[in-house]
């Protein structure tokens, strides 16, 4: 009787824990390329490397169920680069706000506040933020986060289009896609966000309160049996000077903002998948008269076969005048690729990409990549 209340004793031990951590998942994955780079730049040499290209991250998610169909969700993902180990830099901030007055060029009394960041990193950073929320989902009701979230306009259309993005091929900066932190390439942080799906209509939403007029991205998207269509866009708020009193002539640097607002579109035919984005962006938003307003373009058509997808991309940047020196900074990309599935988590991969311009700020690449995904 002894023995058997041990054994028990021993069994509840292990198997409590295991009950209280059943509702969390941690994964993440592993990917390394070895790429050729051949800039496009006068003189410049081409080189071997060994990369991770930031595809590779680590994290932890958990949900409880809280009854009357809700469920409490938490998440916290990180970067970190499989080829060594070094994710890059976590940077820091501090913010200081100064204001001077003047007359504007009819001699009237104008005020200008003018906001400063001064920032700071630390190199040599294992893990740096993904995605970290907390949230509630409510069944037919939607999911509520906070935190720094997936942007919209990244996650609609985007990044989902680009099977070879966080690689060397990738589409987004190399002319195919906006990149940075408010195009394909970042998470917004410090935010509050919503997202919902209704039928085949799929709405998303996120804003961050702290700046003027807040920041936001939000994303509608339609889906039904073999096609989708959507439209996203994105706003980082007011930066920068903003004017008070009697209107004048403002400094450049009023209203210094990002906004995009792209359409976006698949269509499935069996082994067939045909992709399309639009990106209409606005660099320096209701400020700077000068300001170039690029629109971006993505073609994308992918082949399934079995195990294998073969990949064709084209990409158009048209920079709306902007150069360098003499030279247009209107950009071409194409990429030619595959995918070979090994199994649901490990693949491998390779390919080429050619990006150029006038002002040859592209490159030619040609790689071969292994990735593994665990959960």
Not at 52 to 61: C, F, I, L, S, Y
Not at 99 to 123: E, F, K, M, N
Not at 222 to 248: C, H, P, W
Request: glycine share 14%.
């Amino acid at each position: 009787m002894k023995k058997n209340l041990i054994a028990l004793a021993v069994s509840a031990a292990f198997v409590v824990p295991a009950m209280s951590q059943a509702d969390t998942t941690v994964y993440g994955l592993a990917q390394v390329e070895l790429a050729n780079h051949s800039p496009e730049a006068d003189g410049a040499k081409s080189y071997l490397d060994a990369v991770d290209n930031a595809n590779g991250r680590v994290g932890v998610k958990a949900s409880e169920d809280l009854g009357n169909g809700w469920s409490g969700l938490a998440k916290f993902e990180f970067k970190a680069d499989t080829a060594d180990g070094d994710s890059g830099s976590q940077g820091c901030s501090a913010t200081s706000t100064s204001t001077t007055t003047g007359t504007d060029s009819t001699g009237a009394a104008i005020t200008a506040t003018t906001t400063t960041t001064t920032s700071c990193s630390v190199t040599n950073v294992s893990l740096t933020p993904r995605e970290t929320m907390v949230g509630l989902k409510g069944k037919g009701v939607g999911q509520f986060e906070l935190g720094r979230l997936k942007s919209p306009y990244k996650y609609s259309g985007g990044v989902k289009y680009d099977p070879f993005v966080a690689t060397t091929l990738e589409a987004r900066g190399k002319g195919g896609m906006s990149g940075g932190e408010y195009g394909q390439s970042g998470f917004l942080s410090e935010t509050i966000g919503y997202r919902g799906k209704f039928g085949p209509v799929k709405v998303q939403f996120v804003y961050g309160p702290q700046t003027n007029d807040g920041r936001y991205s939000l994303s509608v998207d339609y889906s039904q049996n073999n096609f989708e269509v959507g439209l996203a866009t994105i706003d980082e708020g007011d930066r920068g000077a903003k004017m008070s009193g009697t209107a004048g002539t403002l400094p450049t640097t009023a209203y210094s903002t990002y906004s995009s607002t792209k359409v976006f579109g698949k269509y499935n035919m069996g082994m067939h998948t045909i992709l399309a984005q639009y990106e209409m962006t606005d660099p320096a938003a209701n400020g700077a008269s000068a300001a170039n307003k690029p629109t971006i373009m993505f073609l994308g058509y992918q082949l399934a076969m079995g195990k294998n997808t073969f990949v064709f991309e084209y990409g158009n940047t048209n920079a709306d005048g902007a150069k360098v020196g003499t030279k247009s900074l209107d950009t071409t990309m194409l990429v030619l690729g595959a995918i070979h599935k090994m199994s649901k988590t490990t693949r491998v991969f390779g390919g080429f990409r050619n990006t150029t311009n006038d002002a040859k700020t592209g490159e030619q690449v040609i790689t071969v990549g292994m990735r593994k995904d665990f959960k």
